[in-house]
C-alpha cells in the first residue's frame, strides 16, 4: 500500500484557526502554569514556617516588580483556568456549541477572567 493513497486526519492546515481552538490550547497551558503558580504559593509557606530572614526575603521577592508580574500572572492564569472550566461545564450540557455559541462563550470566558483578575489586584494590591 502506497504512503498516498492513506486516509489523511484532519490538521491545523485544514481548519480556520479560532479562537475557541487558542482558548483550548490556552486552558492546557493555564493548568500547567498552575503547577508553576503552586510551587511559588508552597515556596512562601516554607518562608513563613521558617520565619526570619527566609521568610523576610521572600516577601522582598514578591514585593519587586518580577515578583509581583509572576503573582499577577498567577492570579490571570487561576481565574482564566477556573472560567475555562466553567466554560466546559457549560458545553457538557450541550449549550452554546453552535459556531457563534463557542465564540461568544470563550470571548465571554476571556472578558471574565481579566476583569476577575484586575478587580482582586485592584482590590487587594493597588488600591488597599
Same mark, same amino acid.
Given at each position: 500500500?502506497?504512503?498516498? +493513497? ?5 490538521? /491545523?492546515?485544514?481548519?480556520? @484557526?479560532? $479562537?475557541?481552538?487558542? #482558548?483550548?490550547?490556552?486552558? !492546557? ?10 510551587l ?12 526570619g ?10 514585593g +519587586? ?5 509572576? /503573582?499577577?500572572?498567577?492570579? @490571570?492564569? $487561576?481565574?482564566?483556568? #477556573?472560567?475555562?472550566?466553567? !466554560? ?13 455559541g ?26 488597599k
Amino acid at each position: 500500500m502506497a504512503l498516498s +493513497s492513506r486516509p489523511l486526519s484532519p490538521h /491545523l492546515s485544514i481548519y480556520r @484557526f479560532t $479562537l475557541s481552538m487558542t #482558548m483550548s490550547i490556552v486552558h !492546557r497551558a493555564t493548568g500547567i502554569a498552575l503547577m508553576g503558580g503552586m510551587l511559588v504559593l508552597l515556596l512562601w509557606l516554607v518562608a513563613a514556617a521558617i520565619g526570619g530572614g527566609f521568610f523576610d526575603g521572600v516577601n522582598w521577592l514578591f514585593g +519587586s516588580w518580577f515578583g509581583q508580574l509572576v /503573582l499577577f500572572g498567577f492570579t @490571570f492564569v $487561576l481565574f482564566h483556568h #477556573m472560567i475555562g472550566g466553567i !466554560r466546559h461545564f457549560i458545553w457538557d450540557r450541550a449549550v452554546g456549541l453552535d459556531a457563534a455559541g463557542r465564540e461568544t462563550i470563550v470571548r465571554v470566558a476571556l472578558g471574565c477572567s481579566i476583569a476577575l483578575t484586575l478587580i482582586v489586584w485592584a482590590v487587594f494590591v493597588w488600591f488597599k
